[in-house]
């Protein structure tokens, strides 16, 4: 199976597209791994097409859409990379029904091309859930997800990095090589919570 890359010109479109999907925000639910979201949450919105939580935007998360490509420029300025934000652009397995978004391609002198995944984290967000080492889990996944869609889709990116601003002036990079081992489980483990939706075979609740 292939992943096809899409452009769209309004946020609708692209938020159509993304919906028949698990996407790269999902995957973390799918594996148990999301603070947010429960896998028996999401097998219930994948099956309904109902949301009983529906995402309600804050002032963070308002103002970390509106700094995303600040952010980005400023850390590819600091470290002599080329950055191209990629609006809305979406790559997706139709097949499958996995599907990611990507925020900005960079061009790095030593790495060559990759992926950067942009987070505006508070200080106590930081404190809570992030490490120097590792950002959480959630993110992880996602990144990981994304450097896969992405390579099935012929763009040939070895590498990413979670570019964390925390605090509003302390730049945090968390570089990652795309491991498509890691990429193979998500397909499978995709595959089988489609199965488990077509037979009805609903996960327990994790409260």
């Not at 199976?1 to 597209?17: C, G, P, R, S």
């Not at 998360?61 to 300025?77: M, P």
């Not at 730049?171 to 795309?178: G, S």
Request: with cysteine.
């Amino acid at each position: 199976m292939t992943a096809k890359i899409y452009k769209f010109q309004t946020e609708q479109e692209w938020l159509n597209a993304r919906e028949p999907d698990v996407t790269s925000t999902d995957m973390a639910a799918l594996l148990g791994l999301s603070k947010f979201k429960s896998r028996f949450a999401l097998w219930h919105e994948k099956k309904t097409g109902i949301i009983a939580n529906e995402f309600v935007e804050n002032d963070r998360t308002k103002w970390g859409k509106r700094l995303q490509n600040v952010i980005a420029h400023g850390i590819c300025e600091d470290e002599g990379w080329a950055g191209e934000d990629l609006g809305l652009f979406y790559i997706s397995d139709h097949d499958l029904h996995l599907g990611c978004s990507l925020d900005v391609l960079v061009e790095c002198p030593v790495r060559g091309k990759g992926l950067m995944e942009v987070k505006n984290v508070g200080l106590d967000a930081f404190s809570a859930s992030w490490s120097e080492d590792n950002a959480p889990a959630y993110y992880e996944t996602q990144l990981q997800l994304e450097l896969h869609m992405a390579n099935k889709a012929g763009m040939d990116i070895k590498w990413g990095v979670i570019a964390a601003l925390v605090g509003g002036n302390k730049p945090k990079l968390y570089f990652r090589d795309y491991d498509p081992e890691i990429g193979q489980m998500m397909e499978d483990q995709t595959r089988a919570f489609w199965a488990s939706i077509e037979s009805g075979d609903e996960p327990k609740p994790d409260y």
